[in-house]
């Protein structure tokens, strides 16, 4: 899209508060969020990873062994997606969307929030994280989001602006028709 398009298309919308929470309510449903990382080499990188979401933040606990370990430790920008299920879906263009670009940070070993998020992932994931938070090739990343994309259908784009935010914007006025003069 444009940057005039871009502008031309978002308007505020009055109920920027219970849009977000709309988020909020859903990303609490996921498990897994897709991850886009870029490699030194520039190249993108798309994988799945568990997720912790608390504070606005994402948390992720990876191993050095992933691609998308080694890219975060070396390009902190990244993008996330949360889809719904496909089996929830009735049109595939119109899928339940949410994507955030993220700026990545690792959070050391012994430190007092390391510690915090481990335990609230082994809440979420429960005693498998007894022993990953043992294994020392595993990472703690928080993800910080800021603008990102809020699709619930056909008509129905909202840009963000992070997970603590409550502003929504409507994106209008982005289709157009094929006009039959061309």
Known sequence: ?????????????NDGADLVAEVRDFIATRKLLNL????????PHASTAPFLAADGKFYLYISELSEHCANLKTNSRA?????A??????????????????????????LPQWQKRIDQ??????????????LEDFHLFELKPSGGRYVK???????LEGMEKQVALHLKDGHREKSDAA
Do not use: C, W
């Not at 899209?1 to 919308?13: A, D, F, L, P, R």
């Not at 886009?36 to 190249?43: K, P, R, S, W």
């Open 79 to 83: 993008s996330v997606i949360f889809n």
């Open 121 to 134: 992932l082994r809440e979420k994931f429960g005693p498998v994280m007894d022993h990953l938070k043992g």
């Open 85 to 110: 299920d496909e089996a929830d879906t009735k049109q595939a263009f119109a899928r339940l969307r949410v994507t955030f670009n993220v700026e990545a940070y690792s959070i050391e070993r012994g």
């Open 1 to 13: 899209m444009t940057e005039k398009n871009e502008q031309q298309t978002v308007q505020t919308t």
């Open 153 to 159: 259908g056909f008509g129905q784009a909202y840009a």
């Open 36 to 43: 886009a990382t870029l490699t030194e080499d520039g190249l």
